[in-house]
Every structure is written in structure tokens, then in C-alpha cells.
């Protein structure tokens, strides 16, 4: 198995989410994870840092808004620090409900 499959699995997992038919790769079916609230794409590397690009954010972002559900980026660097990438006013907006 891929790193980038046991990534998405991990999160899945993590997140009690599904992962979506070839990692995202259908038009109707974007994303890597999808849960309840969040759409989920999973980005790993093999460096110390990622840049996360207006293109990458807007991609995730529109997906995200036709499916009704959060953008979220969970990204990989690695030393095998893991971190979560939301919009400021989604982060809020979503742990101030709970």
C-alpha cells in the first residue's frame, strides 16, 4: 500500500468518515474523505513543508460547497507531523456549535 493510500485510510478512519471511489477521482465524486461535515483531500510529502496554493484551496473549496460540506485539507509532511487545514470562519463557525 501507497503512503498516500494509508494516509487516506488513516483518515478515514480518524475522521469516521468514507473514502470516496478512486481518490476522488470522479467528477461526481471529489474529495478523498467524506464525513458528516467536512470534504476531505489528503495530501502527503516527503519534505519538510507544503505549500498550499490558492488553486489547491480553491479546488477542495469548491468541491466542498457543491457537496454541502466543509473543505478541509489534512496534509502529511515527513517527519510525520499531520495537520488540518480549515478556513478561519469554518474553524470558528464549527466549534463555536460545539
Not at 47 to 67: G, V
Request: charged share 35%.
Amino acid at each position: 500500500m501507497k503512503n498516500w493510500q494509508k494516509k487516506e485510510k488513516n483518515d478515514k478512519n480518524l475522521f469516521q468518515g468514507k473514502l470516496r471511489p478512486r481518490s476522488g477521482g470522479f467528477w461526481f465524486s471529489p474529495g478523498d474523505v467524506n464525513t458528516d461535515e467536512f470534504l476531505i483531500d489528503c495530501k502527503t510529502t516527503d519534505h519538510k513543508s507544503f505549500s498550499i496554493t490558492e488553486s489547491i484551496w480553491d479546488k477542495i473549496n469548491r468541491e466542498a460547497l457543491n457537496c454541502r460540506k466543509l473543505p478541509c485539507l489534512s496534509i502529511r509532511l515527513e517527519n510525520g507531523v499531520e495537520l488540518v487545514i480549515l478556513d478561519k470562519n469554518d474553524f470558528y463557525s464549527f466549534f463555536k456549535e460545539k
